[in-house]
């Protein structure tokens, strides 16, 4: 089973990032989460010190869109 379809690097500066979305949305209804992982800088460079987003920093964009989406989950999970 598929939980869902994750939009990620995602960059509103971006042209294409901007078009992209409401495409997959229209074509994919409710199996898109809410929920988008935005390009951050910080995000890339956590892999670099051997650490993931959250220990890395927690307080950066990138670990809020996954906290996000990890609410999400749970949400969806919970209420069936």
Known sequence: DIEGLLLTMFDSRLRLSNQVVPEVKK???NMVFKTIIQRN???GA???YGESIIP???TSKGAVNYLNL???IIN???NG
Request: net charge neutral; hydrophobic share 35%; no cysteine.
């Open 27 to 29: 074509h994919f209804h």
């Open 76 to 78: 969806k999970n919970l």
């Open 56 to 58: 890395y920093d927690a």
């Open 41 to 43: 800088i910080r995000l």
């Open 46 to 48: 956590a892999p670099s």
């Open 70 to 72: 990890s609410n999400e």
